[in-house]
């Protein structure tokens, strides 16, 4: 049921991406209102999840969390019937807020209810769920819009929803801290205004520009009041999150190790499905199917992670998976138009088994850093690692691909008009479409350098993946110690 609530929030995530097409059409979304769309739901997420597990484990876990699931069923309804872009796009951030609401609750009752000897399997579970969400979001987002009205890809979440809500409120018991400090309002404007701030700023980069003034200023104000907030908590005699957690090695790497994997992982997701769509022809629902050796390989792992770290510790399995990531994305920066799929499928097995062992072993290690009485708080560290790797590793390698793809292309397209030579040069699937309005064997000519553009530069984002994995496993070797370290419970 737990695993249930995580998937809805993950599966919003990714659904609306297969959607982007139609939506353009059925709305006349601008090229703006399709990007808030996409971006709104994980502005407000990843902004208000450290808040919310906080909240959580003050008025209690389970409460909050079925509170959650009514708000992202609604939500979810209210994004279905939307009747322009605007609605749309305040749906996506409500679905956000509840999602803020359940993520980290999810994680924060496994901690309470399974005990330490039995965790590591059940956040297994937990984990795989995860991982199953994302192909599950590209293929029913693609079979629904190929039989109904675009709507319906949030429509099929609320029956889900609904018998978690049910199920929960008579197999969940409740859970909260024994005696909540008051609430620190200073930190919550603090942090929030923080992370949204970085978010929008990792997210607007990549349109805008890295060394756009803008650009700048927002990371910079984000920093400002990040620290701020760092000074304050510090200093707070009832601190939402107390800095001093920190001090625990293991929370300290498995959090930083946290995010170099999702910046690893989501930056390859993001890249790797325009490369099966775009490249290879895939239609969403291909695409969907086209990651599941990649699923197949996470589950696999999900099973062998607890016994491995009974067996080697923590520290060991999460290096050496991180280690793996990154040789198996090393691997898919030679991957070209004409690979062969069963050898792309063998390497995406075995990176999601990396992926898999990597983020059990390291969520683990940061939930026993946590006290238990604050376990809401360290879902909410989790999660909130998971969404800054993510939205860096989106923006970074997406960003790289473009930069690359377009100084690659330009003089394939220095002949065309000014208006269609812009529009190659955005991005690969532009320049197909492009390609239609030419001549044949002009047509033939920009397709094939489009192809051989964005190959190049699908191979420096893998490659930059691997750096942030191999990254993460030598923080880990480093800092990481070999057994958990006391925490006050």
Do not use: C
């Not at 390859?268 to 086209?290: D, H, N």
């Not at 690692?385 to 993510?390: C, K, N, Y």
């Amino acid at each position: 049921m737990l695993s249930m609530g995580l998937l809805v929030t993950i599966a919003d995530t990714i659904i609306v991406n297969v959607a982007i097409p139609t939506l353009q059409r059925e709305l006349e979304a601008s090229s703006s209102a399709l990007q808030w769309i996409v971006d709104a739901y994980i502005l407000v997420l990843a902004g208000l999840v450290l808040t919310m597990g906080s909240m959580a484990d003050r008025f209690g876990r389970k409460r909050w969390m079925q509170i959650g699931l009514v708000i992202l069923g609604l939500s979810n309804i209210f994004g279905a019937y939307s009747q322009n872009t605007e609605q749309l796009i305040a749906a996506r951030a409500l679905m956000g807020f509840g999602a803020a609401m359940i993520m980290p609750s999810t994680l924060s009752i496994i901690v309470d209810v399974f005990p330490r000897e039995e965790r590591a399997r059940a956040i297994g579970i937990w984990a795989g769920i995860a991982a199953i969400s994302v192909p599950l979001g590209l293929i029913i987002g693609g079979a629904l819009l190929e039989n109904f009205w675009w709507g319906s890809i949030f429509l099929f979440n609320v029956p889900i929803i609904a018998v978690s809500v049910i199920a929960g409120a008579f197999l969940i018991s409740e859970s909260r801290l024994d005696v909540p400090p008051k609430i620190d309002l200073i930190g919550v404007v603090l942090s929030v205004s923080a992370l949204s701030i970085l978010i929008y700023a990792l997210i607007d980069a990549p349109s805008r520009g890295w060394l756009d003034p803008l650009t700048i200023g927002a990371f910079v104000v984000a920093f400002l009041i990040g620290g701020l907030f760092i000074v304050y908590e510090l200093r707070s005699s009832h601190p939402m999150l107390d800095i001093k957690l920190f001090k625990n090695a293991r929370l300290a790497s498995g959090a930083g190790a946290n995010a170099l994997g999702s910046v690893a992982f989501i930056g390859f997701l993001f890249i790797f499905t325009q490369y099966l769509q775009f490249a290879r022809g895939f239609s969403p629902l291909e695409a969907g199917l086209g990651l599941v050796p990649l699923v197949l390989g996470f589950f696999t792992g999900t099973v062998l992670a607890p016994r491995l770290m009974a067996r080697l510790g923590t520290k060991v399995v999460a290096a050496g998976a991180l280690t793996l990531v990154a040789v198996m994305l090393v691997g898919l920066s030679f991957v070209q138009t004409s690979t062969d799929y069963w050898l792309i499928g063998a390497v995406l097995s075995f990176l999601g088994l990396g992926l898999s062992h990597m983020f059990v072993a390291s969520t683990d290690a940061m939930m026993a850093a946590v006290p238990e009485g604050n376990s809401g708080l360290g879902s909410a560290i989790n999660n909130l690692t998971r969404q800054v790797g993510g939205a860096m590793g989106a923006a970074v390698l997406g960003s790289l691909l473009t930069s690359i793809y377009s100084n690659k292309v330009t003089s394939a397209v220095t002949e065309l008009p000014g208006e269609l030579a812009a529009t190659a040069r955005d991005n690969v699937s532009a320049a197909i479409q492009a390609a239609a309005s030419l001549e044949r064997e002009a047509g033939d000519a920009l397709i094939d350098a489009a192809g051989i553009a964005f190959m190049d530069g699908f191979g420096v984002a893998m490659l930059t993946g691997a750096g942030a994995a191999l990254a993460g496993a030598l923080l880990l070797l480093r800092f990481m110690p070999a057994r958990d370290l006391p925490s006050s419970r």
